[in-house]
């Protein structure tokens, strides 16, 4: 049986709507599995429920993370939040982690992940760092605008070998201080962490690219299979 992986909702407050971008279902049934948007909501039953249905957890992209969780005052650089869906998530990742249901984070999942952890965000790269690292990238998506260093020792490591890797990038917020649990597992040139996992964990990882928008490249579907498999286990 494929394993059911829950999807967190994108949501679209100006259109009062939830979506879910085709290329995260595409790749995990490519990978094998079946992917499952969930509805938005902090209803504890309803997440408990959820969490005991579903085989894993992918942490989607979207908006940023209220600056608040990890406690600072939003500045005016800070882009849209959504107060709701941040506590879905917070919830669902201390669910999950007791269950030790599998994580994947994605952009904003890797964000979120540290910050439940007790770690902290850049609310704007650019702006609080003078990065000339193009880590907001033009369309198209499927393409690498930059290296990251995937650090030995690690499961990414373990997965595609120590030392460079080109990846796309989308993003404007990123770790400042890594969450205390958790380790980096590859860094960009600018010296800002772009993966991260859990140990002790079956499986609790995030990156801060898009493997969605690359589903067919050998590398996304490496990193989802191996999140598959551990969702399948």
């Known amino acids: 049986m494929k394993p059911l992986i829950g999807l967190t909702p994108i949501v679209d407050a100006a259109r009062d709507s939830l979506w879910m971008l085709p290329g995260y279902m595409q790749g995990l049934a490519e990978a094998g599995g079946v992917g499952m948007m969930l ?3 902090d209803d504890a039953a309803t997440l408990q429920e ?9 942490l989607t992209g979207g908006n940023d993370v209220a600056p608040a969780l990890y406690g600072e005052q939003k500045e005016t650089f800070c882009g ?3 107060p709701l869906r941040d506590r879905m998530e917070t919830r669902l990742i201390e669910l999950a982690l007791q269950a030790d249901k599998p994580i994947f984070g994605i952009c904003r999942g890797l964000q979120i992940l540290n910050t439940v952890l007790g770690g902290t965000l850049y609310q704007d790269l650019k702006t609080q760092t003078g990065t000339a690292l193009t880590h ?3 369309k198209p998506y499927d393409r690498t605008v930059h ?3 995937v650090l030995p020792g690690t499961p990414l490591g373990e997965l ?11 993003h404007h917020q990123g770790i400042k201080a890594l969450a205390p649990a958790l380790r980096a597992q590859a860094v960009a040139p ?3 962490i772009e993966a991260v996992y ?9 990156v801060q690219w898009h493997p969605e928008h690359r589903w067919q490249a050998a590398e996304s579907q490496s990193i989802l299979r191996a999140f598959v498999e551990a969702c399948r286990e």
């Open 50 to 58: 959820l969490v005991s249905r579903v085989d894993g957890i992918l």
């Open 160 to 170: 595609y070998g120590p030392g460079p890797m080109a990846v796309n990038s989308r």
């Open 198 to 206: 859990l140990p002790e964990y079956r499986f609790v990882q995030a």
């Open 80 to 82: 849209e939040n959504d």
């Open 136 to 138: 907001s990238m033009d």
């Open 39 to 41: 509805p938005l909501t």
């Open 190 to 192: 600018d010296g800002l």
């Open 147 to 149: 290296e990251v260093t």
